[in-house]
């Protein structure tokens, strides 16, 4: 057990410590005039002891275990994923949010999932023990692992994890060896796709505001529809995008100070603890801090890689870029949302947003991250 905690990545720990002072202080700062919110910043430093926690003991556990029971853990994710459509709680639209008896804890199978997908798709692609990709024996097996749990994440609807689960599957036949002209397929693919669903969109952009509207999910329209046609957005539309960076650009160098941001205090930006807690972090600490955030996230993406490429085990080379692409795009997509350059989604940013169920995931995933490193021995692993 000590040989095993020995080797432990004591630079992913101490920045993971930073990332932890960071957020409560945020937290505390973006629910001071909240009530319905308070006490958030001590729950949030309740969560991260319960992860560290959660990181150190996955250290001991052996991940080669857990590749062996990619299938079990895939049909817990997909009938946790079915269950939840039907006996979920609705929260901003999505229903995907279990509410444990009493109301005092809820968690998202959708956040599970993202590492189960990780972790089967490794196992997947392992088999062919670094050659390159095959569209029939790979491609295939992996779009179809990935299509179900996307589809019914995509009908809660969860635009922001589907999008994650994409990123995922893409990240990891990337660093699979996969072959050019695949790659070049699935561009063409991506881009004619984009093409297609931009034009109908505009085509029939008022049948599908009307028809979203009828269902109660009209905030899909707004979203799309401020990022695509941010000039014929109405302002109600656009508000959020718009007073983020008006907050964002406030902070200037060195921010407002803290406790001192004018638009959360005054509730023009929704969800300053949660989503759009950047925001936060851009208007008190101003460019300065925001460099700080960005740093540690580069080092913990740093330190990861390198353990990547220390890996015997493609397989757990794999697991780590597949987490790598989670945080990568998720940092990207959080704060890129709020400089108005990616659309608006319910993509909080890691390590950092209030909340258990994505907070808890990710220190999952830096535990398997810690027993892969503390298990690489030289060793066959059997099919």
């Known amino acids: ?54 990181a150190i003991a996955a250290t001991l556990f052996d991940y080669r275990i857990v590749l062996k029971s990619w299938y079990v853990l895939y049909g817990i994710g997909v009938a946790l994923l079915i269950l939840v459509y039907f006996f979920g709680a609705e929260i901003n639209g999505a229903r995907g949010w279990f509410k ?24 997947i692609m392992g088999r062919r023990q670094g050659d390159r990709l095959t569209f029939s024996q790979d491609l ?10 996307f589809m019914l994440v995509m009908i809660q609807p969860d635009l922001g994890n589907a999008i994650i689960y994409l990123v995922i599957v893409l990240g990891m036949l990337w660093i699979g060896n996969v072959k050019y002209t695949h790659v070049l397929i699935g561009l063409a693919a991506v881009i004619a796709g984009m093409v297609i669903f931009v034009t109908l969109f505009n085509m029939f952009n008022q049948e599908i505001y009307d028809y979203l ?3 109660e999910k009209k905030h899909w329209h707004q979203r799309i529809n401020t990022f695509i046609n941010p000039d014929e957005a109405s302002s109600d539309d656009r508000h959020q ?67 990547a490429f220390k890996c015997y085990d493609l397989r757990a080379s794999y697991i780590v870029i597949g987490i790598v692409s989670m945080y990568v795009f998720q940092v990207f997509q959080n704060i890129g949302m709020m400089i108005g350059i990616m659309p608006i989604t319910g993509i909080t940013l890691p390590f950092i947003s209030y909340g258990g169920t994505s907070l808890l995931l990710n220190m999952l995933s830096i535990g398997l991250v810690f027993s892969i490193k503390a298990h690489q021995e030289k060793y066959e692993l059997a099919d």
Do not use: C
């Open 241 to 307: 995008s718009e007073n983020a960076q008006i907050a964002i650009g406030s902070g200037g160098l060195n921010g407002d100070g803290y406790l001192k941001g004018d638009m959360k205090n005054g509730g023009f930006v929704p969800y300053p603890y949660s989503d759009s807690i950047f925001v936060v972090i851009g208007e008190e600490f101003g460019f300065q801090g925001s460099a700080i955030l960005l740093l540690l996230y580069f080092l913990l993406i740093y330190r990861m890689i390198i353990i």
């Open 140 to 149: 295939l097996p992996v779009g179809a692992f990935a299509f179900l749990p």
């Open 100 to 123: 444990l008896p009493g109301g005092y804890f809820s968690f998202q199978p959708a956040e599970i999932v993202k590492i189960v997908l990780i972790i089967g798709i490794a196992y």
């Open 213 to 215: 509207y009828k269902h």
């Open 1 to 54: 057990m000590l040989n095993k905690l020995k080797k432990l990545d004591w630079g992913i720990l101490i920045i993971l410590v930073f990332l932890m002072i960071i957020s409560t202080v945020v937290v505390h700062s973006a629910t001071a005039n909240n009530s319905g919110y308070a006490n958030s910043d001590v729950k949030q430093l309740l969560f991260y002891f319960i992860g560290f926690f959660i």
